[in-house]
């Protein structure tokens, strides 16, 4: 829970000081209520985040993107949330070697993902088919069903005026989030999954990493 907070808090970090304090005209703030709200996050924790973002004397976190390769030739992308790139870069490094893995350069497993917008609502009371033909001109690509909620997915440049479309039609949204979806996936053995693993469990445990993408076939784990 606390890392849902750390990662939550430096999102309004950055969109505060990208879009101001007001999430009606800023919409990346928005989402990241929307997290909030679903993490539970107290209201005093997001107040507090969105004073100490306005600050003049404010901490600066910058948005880093790391890409490599995990054992067995996993195609992986690392985003991250930090205040010290230097330390940040080496670290991931660090991951990647001790777990059997290797670092690349930008844009070297980048086109192995799409990006894509996924929002969740709730679908109780809604008819799925009615709301996907409505919400086609907003960009929505996919509705799909999962228990109890609807997850929309949408191309990344769509995720504004999808996301705006829910609020217009005031959809209780309880996840809003922005994912790399691999276009193709590899099938490992079982203890080669476990191999990836460790190395995605050491990212995952990093303060400084917001998201791990990876393009191992996870039915096989």
């Known amino acids: 829970m606390a890392k849902t907070f750390t990662k939550i808090g430096r999102e309004i970090n950055i969109a505060v000081k990208e879009g101001g304090t007001d999430p009606k005209s800023n919409p990346r703030l928005r989402m990241a209520f929307q997290n909030a709200k679903a993490a539970n996050m107290p209201k ?14 404010s901490e600066n976190f910058t948005e880093m993107v790391y890409e ?48 894509k917008g996924i929002f969740k609502v ?10 996907e033909l409505e919400l086609i001109d907003a960009g929505l690509e996919e509705l799909r069903q999962e228990e109890d909620e609807l997850v929309l997915t949408c191309a990344f440049p769509d995720f504004g005026s999808l996301q705006k479309a829910l609020e217009d039609k005031e959809m209780d949204v309880s996840q809003a989030e922005l994912l790399r979806i691999p276009t193709t996936i590899k099938v490992l053995t079982e203890e080669q999954v ?22 191992m076939d996870m039915n096989e784990a």
């Open 44 to 57: 005093t924790t997001v107040e507090n985040a969105v004073k100490k973002a306005s600050a003049k004397d």
């Open 68 to 115: 490599g390769y995990g054992p067995h030739g996993i195609a992986i992308i690392v985003e991250t949330t930090t205040d010290n790139p230097t330390r940040t870069v080496a670290n991931i490094r660090m991951h990647f070697n001790k777990c059997g893995g290797s670092m690349g350069v930008s844009g070297s497993v980048d086109y192995f993902f799409n990006r």
């Open 122 to 131: 709730k679908a109780e009371g809604l008819d799925a088919d009615m709301l």
């Open 194 to 215: 476990e191999d990836v693993i460790k190395l995605i469990d050491r990212l995952e445990e990093d303060e400084d990493v917001s998201n791990v993408f990876h393009s």
